[in-house]
């Protein structure tokens, strides 16, 4: 079945970085456009950045363009998020998953997630 396992989170100040990973299993994987979501405490869950299923296309909210990268490794099923100059803003628990409408997020598989917590 579906596996998705984020991890590299953490506590970071502000203008730090981190680099988060996402291991995926139990679906071609490669075939997928890879998704990075967030939900912070008490909003709801958004679309933070998303790549072809070849990596050579990428979109991001407009709130993290020019500070985020995200990237993949097909040969290890893996989504990467380069996070640079954090704010206490992105402070959430992120997510991987497909890309998908936002209508099914409340019925798809997710996986336990990675918090990031920026902070002084």
């Known amino acids: 079945q579906v596996q998705l396992v984020e991890s590299g989170g953490g506590l970071v100040q502000p203008g730090g970085s981190l680099r988060l990973s996402c291991a995926a299993s139990?679906?071609?994987?490669?075939?997928?456009?890879m998704s990075w979501y967030r939900q912070a405490p008490g909003k709801e869950r958004e679309l933070v950045a998303d790549?072809?299923?070849?990596?050579?296309?990428?979109n991001y909210a407009e709130s993290v363009k020019g500070r985020f990268t995200i990237s993949r490794d097909n040969a290890k099923n893996t989504v990467y998020l380069q996070m640079n100059s954090l704010k206490p803003e992105d402070t959430a628990v992120y997510f991987c998953?497909?890309?998908?409408?936002?209508?099914?997020?409340?019925?798809?598989?997710w996986g336990q997630g990675t918090q990031v917590t920026v902070s002084s």
């Open positions: 998953n497909k890309k998908m409408l936002k209508a099914v997020w409340g019925v798809a598989y």
């Open positions: 139990g679906f071609p994987f490669s075939f997928n456009v």
């Open positions: 790549i072809t299923s070849n990596g050579g296309g990428t």
